[in-house]
């Protein structure tokens, strides 16, 4: 089956750094674009960054630019989003997407995991 995997989630101390890590199941994950994505309570789910398969360029929304960083590993079928400086606005349940495209747009990707909460509080 083809299943997409969220990992890293917990409770970090404000102005603490936690890294997610995005995994697959039933297809290789390195021949996909990925983006990471999170939502707040009562909020939309709102694009973070994601990193092509070709070329590995990375994008970021303006709002995550300098305490967000996207990356990929190969050897290990792994992607991951390190968070640093985090605040407690940046509580919510974060989603790892696959597709074929790099885009932070949520409709552009076609399969997508169960989301691992984040929650950042003192």
């Known amino acids: 089956q083809l299943q997409v995997v969220e990992s890293g989630g917990g409770l970090v101390q404000p102005g603490g750094s936690r890294r997610l890590s995005c995994a697959a199941s039933?297809?290789?994950?390195?021949?996909?674009?990925v983006g990471w994505f999170r939502q707040a309570p009562g909020k939309e789910r709102k694009g973070i960054s994601c990193?092509?398969?070709?070329?590995?360029?990375?994008y970021y929304d303006a709002s995550a630019k300098g305490r967000f960083i996207i990356s990929r590993d190969n050897a290990n079928h792994t992607v991951y989003l390190q968070m640093i400086r985090l605040k407690p606005e940046d509580t919510a349940v974060y989603y790892c997407?696959?597709?074929?495209?790099?885009?932070?747009?949520?409709?552009?990707?076609?399969?997508w995991g169960q989301g691992t909460q984040v929650t950042v509080s003192s």
């Open positions: 039933g297809f290789t994950l390195d021949s996909y674009a």
């Open positions: 990193i092509n398969n070709t070329n590995g360029r990375t």
């Open positions: 997407a696959v597709g074929s495209g790099c885009t932070v747009l949520a409709g552009s990707y076609d399969y």
